[in-house]
Nanobody
C-alpha cells in the first residue's frame, strides 16, 4: 500500500508559478513510480508528468514549463509549474503504481492522492 497526500494548489494569475507537493508513505520510496495527472471540469483525467527515479517525462502541453522532481530525504515528489496558463486550471492528482516503468494512462496507476485544486486566472 502507498499513501499519497498532495498540497500546494491555489489561485494564481496567468504567467505565475506554483509548486505542488506529493508526500508518499507505505512503500520504499525510491522504487515507486509517481506521476502527476490533472482533471478539468467536463474533461477526462490526463497525464502531466512522471518520475521514475532515473527518468522523467512530460505531456507535450507542459514541456518547458513544468518540472517534476523527487526529494528522497522527504519522500516527496514535487511539480514545479511555471508560466501557468488559464488552460492549466484543473484538480491535480499524484499517483503511484506497483509495476515498474511508466505509463500515461491513469488506469495503470494503483494509488491516488485526494487531489489539489489549481486555478489560473486569465
Amino acid at each position: 500500500q502507498v499513501q499519497l497526500v498532495e498540497s500546494g494548489g491555489g489561485l494564481v494569475q496567468a504567467g505565475g508559478s506554483l509548486r505542488l507537493s506529493c508526500a508518499a508513505s507505505g512503500r520504499t520510496f525510491s522504487r515507486i513510480v509517481i506521476g502527476w495527472f490533472r482533471q478539468a471540469p467536463g474533461r477526462e483525467r490526463e497525464f502531466v508528468a512522471v518520475d521514475i527515479s532515473w527518468s522523467r517525462d512530460y505531456a507535450d502541453s507542459v514541456k518547458g514549463r513544468f518540472t517534476i522532481s523527487r526529494d528522497y530525504a522527504k519522500n516527496t515528489v514535487y511539480l514545479q509549474m511555471n508560466s501557468l496558463k488559464y488552460e492549466d486550471t484543473a484538480v491535480y492528482y499524484c499517483a503511484a503504481r506497483d509495476s515498474p516503468g511508466w505509463s500515461p494512462t491513469p488506469s495503470s496507476y494503483d494509488y491516488w492522492g485526494q487531489g489539489t485544486q489549481v486555478t489560473v486566472s486569465s
